[in-house]
């Protein structure tokens, strides 16, 4: 490019952040607007599982394996992003499904262990409930959400990236371009607009007619106060998912999405938390220092909407469940896409236009 492409990214999640990072390195002027800190809304309340694990048909599970790969990549570029391969153990299904989804995932080349109660014990001694049965995957491992954006936004500022504690209340339009964003501090310009907002998106992009078709289902979180290491890696039993953050504190959810916050969310943390601390040897110790309850940005199909609204140029949208996972594969292809034109064959699923029916 002759001159460098303007770029407003709505969103200071890991979305957010992955896509202004990768578009700053790669020559982009970026702005960011969020009217949130660092990490935005759904990014502090993940689990923060890096995985292509079960329920993946083979073209996301490619996504989503590239994206792992992404992971190690970024973490070369950024050192001392908070990111460990610490594996995970699983018995979350039916014998029968668990054995369907080996055999499947095996053969896509996904680094799955068949385990029995012993392996398992020595995987995670400090359990006190351990399956006949289980799976486990040393490749899978979990980024802190917050600190992990954090890195990326900072090295993005460093690199010139700026960014702007504001709120946008509508997309600026001119023949059928966009243009920029008004906010509560009045027009910014762009030559492209990035719409990685979370929760959010959809109101923004209302603003230009566009439609995101995205639910946004709650899941409560338990968090520990720091303790002594209990955990080695990811445990996706029955009914409660569980690890180890990087300053000590467990955290827990009935499913990694975390449980349904029901009519009293003081009492379903309560009752989580107790059924987690009886499923470790040691748990008496640990003490419930507070519980989140996040809103995952879902579209209606289960998967990602990454690409450019059709119909609308200067607008790019990237809105999903599984960004931590997904965020610096999605951050690379968007960044080639929006300043090359180069769209990575692995996105080809999920364009917005494939809700137009």
């Known amino acids: 490019m002759s001159t460098a492409k303007q770029v407003i990214v709505i969103g200071a999640g890991i979305i957010g952040a ?47 394996t590239r994206a792992m790969a992404e992971w190690t990549r970024l973490a070369k570029d950024l ?53 006949d049965f289980a799976l486990h995957v040393a ?31 509508a997309l600026v339009q001119s023949d059928g371009k966009i243009t920029g964003v008004d906010t509560s501090h009045g027009v910014i310009a762009a030559d492209e607009v990035v719409i990685a907002a979370g929760v959010g998106s959809p109101d923004i992009a209302a603003t230009a007619g566009i ?38 504190r467990i955290i827990a959810g009935s499913d990694f999405g975390g449980a349904d916050p029901g009519i009293d969310p003081q009492a379903t943390a309560r009752e989580l938390f107790a059924a987690m601390k009886a499923m470790l040897r040691g748990g008496d110790g ?18 990602p909407i990454i690409g450019r609204a059709e119909g609308m140029d200067g607008l790019y949208v990237a809105v999903m469940h599984s960004g931590i996972t997904l965020a610096p594969a999605v951050g690379l292809f968007a960044a080639r896409e929006i300043l090359d034109g180069e769209r990575d064959p692995l996105l080809a699923p999920y364009g917005l236009s494939r809700f137009a029916q």
């Open 139 to 169: 490749e899978e491992g979990v980024a802190e959400p917050v600190a992990a954006t954090q890195a990326l936004l900072a090295d993005a500022e460093r690199r010139g990236t700026r960014i702007i504690t504001s709120t946008v209340t």
């Open 211 to 248: 439609n995101l078709p995205i639910e946004t289902p709650p899941g409560l979180i338990v968090h520990s106060r720091p303790n002594e290491k209990l955990l080695n890696g990811l445990v996706l039993a029955e009914r409660l998912h569980m690890r180890q953050t990087a300053e000590g």
């Open 18 to 64: 992955s896509i202004a990072w990768h578009l700053t390195k790669a020559g982009a002027l970026v702005t960011v607007i969020a009217d949130s800190a660092a990490g935005g809304v759904a990014t502090p309340n993940s689990f923060a599982w890096i995985n292509a694990s079960w329920g993946n048909p083979e073209p996301y599970f490619r996504l989503r």
């Open 79 to 131: 050192p001392g992003l908070p990111l460990s391969w610490c594996g995970g153990l699983c018995w979350d299904l039916p014998t029968a499904e668990m054995e369907t989804y080996a055999a499947e995932h095996s053969s896509w080349g996904y680094g799955i262990e068949r385990v029995d109660r012993a392996s398992a014990a020595r995987i995670e001694p400090n359990l006190t409930e351990l399956p």
């Open 286 to 303: 640990l003490e419930l220092d507070f519980h989140t309850v996040g809103y995952r940005p879902t579209p209606i199909d289960g998967f």
